[in-house]
């Protein structure tokens, strides 16, 4: 059974820094894509981050383009999603997210197939 488990979400200033991680167990994520998704109060989950299957390529959301970096360890099935310059409007339930498919890409909602729980990121103005 895939497993996704996210940590290192918690309540930061707006401007500060945080790190989430993800441990993936239940098949060889090394040939999967991953990413990380959020969903905000109300609003619908939407695309954060993705790395390729073999962590030459990422991808990140407009948003987040230039203050969030993802990034993987292969060897420990474990990808994380460094957070700086943080705004109050990234709050949200981070999720981890694995691809659908080995060896293809994953730059969207769509491409991902197994989630975690997620992990709460909460921003103070």
């Known amino acids: 059974q895939v497993q996704l488990v996210e940590s290192g979400g918690g309540l930061v200033q707006a401007g500060g820094s945080l790190r989430l991680s993800c441990a993936a167990s239940g098949r060889t994520f090394g040939d999967y894509a991953m990413g990380w998704c959020r969903q905000a109060p109300g609003k619908e989950r939407e695309f954060v981050a993705a790395i390729s299957w073999t962590g030459a390529r990422t991808y990140y959301a407009d948003s987040v383009k230039g203050r969030f970096t993802i990034s993987r360890d292969k060897a420990k099935n474990a990808v994380s999603l460094q957070m700086n310059s943080i705004k109050p409007e990234d709050t949200a339930v981070y999720h981890c997210?694995?691809?659908?498919?080995?060896?293809?890409?994953?730059?969207?909602?769509?491409?991902?197939?197994?989630w975690g729980q997620g992990t709460q990121v909460t921003v103070s103005s």
């Open positions: 997210a694995a691809g659908r498919a080995p060896y293809f890409a994953a730059n969207s909602m769509a491409d991902f197939g197994s």
